[in-house]
C-alpha cells in the first residue's frame, strides 16, 4: 500500500509569485484534503476534492485554488502570494463513502517560504 | 463552525510516566475525533481515534475517552518512553470530513 506523497518538500518564492503544490493520495483512497499549518499552529482546512470537485471549503480567499485528477492525485495553486502564506501545506487523502467520517491520512508537507 | 481548544500548551514528563492531554469543542454535531503526533519535519501521524458512540478506546499504550456532554476528549499515554516526545493534535469533525485542529500540545519525555 502506497502512502501519501507530496511534492516538492520545500519551495521558495517571492510575493506576487504563483505556486503549484502536487499530492498522490494514498491507494484506494478517493478523496483529498488540503491543510495549511503555519508554524506551532494546528493545521486549518483548506478545501477538499471528492470525485474531481470541490467538496468543501475553509476560510480561504479564492487565490488558493485545486485540481483533482482521474487518479485521485490532486494540486494546490496559490496565485498572487502573500509573506503570510508562508507556512506547511499538508495533504490528506480518505476514503469517503457517504457515510461516517473516515480516517484522514497526511502526506509529509511542501514547506513554503514566500520572500 | 467548529472550535477546538487543546490544553496544556506543553507537558514535560519523566520516562515511564503518563502524560493526559485534554481538548474541548464547540460543536455538539461533531461526531469523530482523531489524534494525530508530528514529529519535527513531518506531516500528522494518526495515532488513534474514537468516534461519539464510544466512550473509551484503547490501544497499546495510548486510549482516548469522550465526554459527549461536557464536550470534551483526552488523549492519555501510559509508559512513556523518549520516542513520544512530540506534538500531539486532537481534532474534530461533524460528519463534513472536514478537521478542526487544537493548536497542538509538545510533550516532552526526559529519560
Known amino acids: 500500500e502506497t502512502g501519501v506523497t507530496q511534492s516538492p518538500t520545500h519551495l521558495i518564492k517571492t510575493r506576487g509569485q504563483q505556486v503549484t503544490l502536487r499530492c498522490s493520495s494514498q491507494?484506494?483512497?478517493?478523496?483529498v484534503s488540503w491543510y495549511q499549518q503555519a508554524l506551532g499552529q494546528g493545521p486549518q482546512f483548506i478545501f477538499q476534492?471528492?470525485?474531481?470537485?470541490?467538496?468543501g471549503r475553509g476560510n480561504f480567499p479564492p487565490r488558493f485554488s485545486g485540481l483533482q485528477f482521474p487518479n485521485y492525485s490532486s494540486e494546490l495553486n496559490v496565485n498572487a502570494l502573500e509573506l503570510d502564506d508562508s507556512a506547511l501545506y499538508l495533504c490528506?487523502?480518505?476514503?469517503?463513502?457517504?457515510?461516517?467520517?473516515?480516517?484522514?491520512?497526511f502526506g509529509p508537507g511542501t514547506r513554503l517560504t514566500v520572500l | 463552525g467548529e472550535n477546538v481548544e487543546q490544553h496544556p500548551s506543553t507537558l514535560s514528563v519523566q520516562e515511564g510516566d503518563s502524560a493526559v492531554i485534554k481538548c474541548t469543542y464547540s460543536?455538539?454535531?461533531?461526531?469523530?475525533f482523531p489524534w494525530y503526533k508530528q514529529e519535527l519535519g513531518k506531516g500528522p501521524q494518526l495515532i488513534i481515534d474514537?468516534?461519539?458512540?464510544?466512550g473509551e478506546k484503547k490501544d497499546q499504550q495510548i486510549a482516548v475517552t469522550l465526554n459527549k456532554t461536557a464536550k470534551h476528549f483526552s488523549l492519555h499515554i501510559t509508559e512513556t518512553q523518549p520516542e513520544d516526545s512530540a506534538v500531539y493534535f486532537c481534532a474534530a469533525t461533524d460528519g463534513n470530513n472536514r478537521l478542526a485542529f487544537g493548536k497542538g500540545n509538545q510533550v516532552v519525555v526526559i529519560p
Open positions: 460543536d455538539s454535531a461533531s461526531n469523530y
Open positions: 490528506a487523502s480518505s476514503l469517503f463513502t457517504g457515510g461516517a467520517d473516515n480516517e484522514q491520512f
Open positions: 476534492y471528492y470525485r474531481e470537485e470541490e467538496n
Open positions: 474514537i468516534r461519539s458512540n464510544v
Open positions: 491507494s484506494g483512497h478517493n478523496t
